[in-house]
């Protein structure tokens, strides 16, 4: 491809051919992100459920979290439950670079204020 190459971050890229003067858009949403994803996330109903959550702003563009340690672990929980994910606590370590995610879930069961967090999530991050 000639000319240059731009990243446009609203999951569309951009391509400028400087010699002729065009400008083509592609969607490259599922072939891009799905591809830096584990298996288990890389399918149509992870992706409404990690672009629901990207969304409200408890994860990032690669769909790493935003959110603390103990909300990380309930929202990987939640997902992993939905999408019935047998080893969700290797999966999402892997896939977000943590240890110990289950000891943060368990600090966040025995934690009050997470009951909130829970219950907005249970309403946002539905199939």
Known sequence: M?????DVHDNENVYLNVDKAEVNVEDKTSDEETSLLPEELAT???TKLLDAA?????????YHPLLSRAKSAVLADHIAEL???HQKWKVFESFWRRNNMRGDYNDALN???????YEKMNKIICL
């Open 2 to 6: 000639q000319g240059s190459y731009i």
């Open 44 to 46: 149509k109903q992870a």
């Open 54 to 62: 990207r969304k409200e702003g408890w994860l990032d563009e690669q």
């Open 83 to 85: 999408l019935g994910i």
């Open 111 to 117: 934690q009050k204020q997470y009951s909130k967090f």
